[in-house]
């Protein structure tokens, strides 16, 4: 993990394998912040989605529980949504860096869909 210091909040960057561990140990809330059409073809299963473009950071749950992490297709989108829940005021948020891609090339399982039928499916 490689953390930042954004005034006196800490930007958490995490690696595909961090996010799946502490997922698997359900002790992060996994927020998905592409298109609803991203995430329909293919997705981390379990993960939540809220569009960046709908996204109000000082409307997002607290973190007592569980933490938050965004993940995007690259890694930009949901860094700009952690940056933007620092501003709203969190003091500790996360994304995951390299975004699904690194999910998808670190070999972690997903969901994606079967072109022959369209239906869903696990892969990986």
């Known amino acids: 993990m490689q953390t930042e ?18 997922f698997a140990a359900d002790e992060i809330v996994v927020i998905d912040v592409r298109t609803p059409q991203e995430y329909m073809f293919e997705h981390i299963e379990g993960a939540l989605l809220a569009p960046m473009a709908f996204i109000d950071a ?19 989108r949901s860094e700009r ?33 079967n072109m022959g039928t369209g239906a869903p499916q696990r892969v990986g």
Request: aromatic share 8%; with cysteine.
């Open 5 to 22: 210091t954004v005034g006196a909040a800490t930007l958490e960057t995490w690696t595909p394998e961090e996010v799946a561990r502490a």
């Open 58 to 76: 000082k409307k997002l749950p607290g973190q007592s529980d569980k933490r938050i992490l965004f993940h995007c297709g690259s890694g930009m």
């Open 81 to 113: 949504v952690a940056r933007m829940a620092i501003e709203a005021g969190y003091d500790r948020i996360a994304h995951m860096g390299g975004g699904f891609g690194a999910w998808k090339a670190a070999q972690l399982p997903y969901i994606g869909t």
